[in-house]
């Protein structure tokens, strides 16, 4: 018998929780996501994150702990060599990557990737620098409309994106140039961790809008994690938000896009009133990409209030053996410089309704206690090559 019949994980994209010790060498000093939100802040309206015991495990401002937290939780370091989405989550299942992406934030990327990219796409390129999605689009959307170029941009991620009007460009055309680029970006030279299809609609400066119809180009993952042995097991492994992206719908056995983070957690809401055997993953991106990497500390922190406001229907509707863990892929301090991800702690924080007690576990050195976790628990046998020791006997 599984001790639990069904493990939600949720990933609150980027919301970190202090500085590893080797955060330096990424170029973060005294980075810290969510305690620096709650310093400029001062309080977050929270209740349910406060009563599972999220200011216990990292306080900040004007916060207090809780005398009797109902989760128990935990720090997690992240082993793999990165900040990134794809390394983080890859992380929680099982895989260590020891060998970064390449970024071309300062230099924008070659010019024999670009030639190649225009010969194969029959289009010019037109911006080829790092940049703002919302803000390539208002400074060359025009042009693009125009002239029928195609803009190519970048961050500080790794990550090339394609913006494309969804009226003049055709949207499976530029879903088309994105797999062209994604095929070309797996030359060790230019290896990215994503290809994003930015599709967007308006014709004049000031009334451009991004759409939902993005779409992510990850590599697959460099070996078979636990999603691939849960869904050989016949065990269901239902992915929200950008999970099946991230893992190029390697071990999903169902998906669900999601068109923001309070509408990908209306979906786990809907999803945990279902029967199903095995995992529900989602990742809430926009603590990330809306205000983290824009740098806006009110945004971020108006975004966890709206998840906690979700969390606490999520909680009600849990069965007695279900399993929730909270957790976070890295961090994006939306009080630091530049526009990158910041090398972070992560918190981890599990519930289910029949436990004893909730309380502090001893810190974790890799995200993959989570997947190890979920293999013991529905007992399936980690694959070849994958990290992490099991944390079932904690919860």
């Known amino acids: 018998m599984n001790k639990y019949g069904r493990i939600f994980v949720v990933v609150l994209d980027s919301l970190g929780i202090g500085a590893m010790p080797d955060s330096e060498k990424f170029g973060d000093k005294g980075v810290d996501t969510f305690g620096h939100i709650l310093e400029k ?61 390449q970024t071309f934030t300062d230099t924008g990327f070659p010019k024999e990737l670009i030639d190649e990219l225009e010969k194969r796409c029959g289009k010019r390129v037109i911006g080829n620098k790092s940049a703002s ?26 990550v090339l994106q394609i913006c494309g009007n969804e009226e003049t460009f055709d949207l499976q055309n530029l879903y088309r140039c994105c797999e062209i680029a994604r095929e070309i970006t797996m030359k060790d030279e230019w290896r990215v961790g994503r ?4 599709p967007y609609v308006g014709k004049k400066k000031g009334e451009f809008k991004r759409t939902s119809n993005r779409h992510d180009y990850a590599l697959k993952p460099s070996g078979r994690t636990v999603l691939n042995a849960m869904k050989d097991a016949g065990l269901d492994v239902i992915g929200v938000g950008k999970i099946n992206d991230i893992f190029c719908g390697e071990g999903i056995t169902e998906t669900n896009r999601s ?17 199903f055997h095995g995992i529900c993953f989602t990742n809430l991106v926009d603590f990330d990409a809306l205000w983290g990497h824009r ?39 939306p009080t630091y410089s530049g526009t990158d991800h910041t090398r972070e702690y992560v918190p981890f924080l ?46």
């Open 41 to 101: 802040m001062g309080t977050l309206e929270i209740p349910n994150l406060q009563k599972l015991g999220m200011i216990n495990l990292h306080g900040g401002g004007e916060m207090k702990s809780v005398e009797h937290p109902m989760a128990k939780y935990t720090v997690l370091g992240e082993t793999s060599n990165g900040k990134d989405t794809m390394t983080g989550h890859w992380e929680m299942m099982g895989i260590h990557t020891k060998q970064p992406f």
């Open 133 to 158: 999605g919302t803000e390539i689009i208002e400074e060359l959307g025009e042009e693009e409309i125009a002239t029928g170029a195609m803009i190519v941009y970048t961050s500080a991620d790794s």
């Open 195 to 198: 290809v994003i299809a930015r």
């Open 259 to 275: 068109t923001s983070s309070v509408h990908g957690m209306e979906q786990t809401i809907e999803i945990c009133e279902k029967d």
């Open 295 to 333: 740098r806006d500390v009110k945004g971020y922190a108006e975004e966890i209030e709206k998840f906690d406001k979700n969390l606490g229907v999520l909680l009600e509707k849990l069965r007695e053996d279900d399993l929730l863990i909270l957790t976070a892929d890295h961090g994006n301090d």
């Open 350 to 395: 599990a519930y289910a309704k029949n436990m004893d007690q909730g309380g502090m576990l001893p810190e974790k050195n890799s995200f993959a206690v989570i997947g190890a976790t979920i293999a013991e628990n529905f007992g399936v046998e980690m694959p070849e090559g994958c990290i992490g020791e099991s944390m079932l006997d904690e919860l």
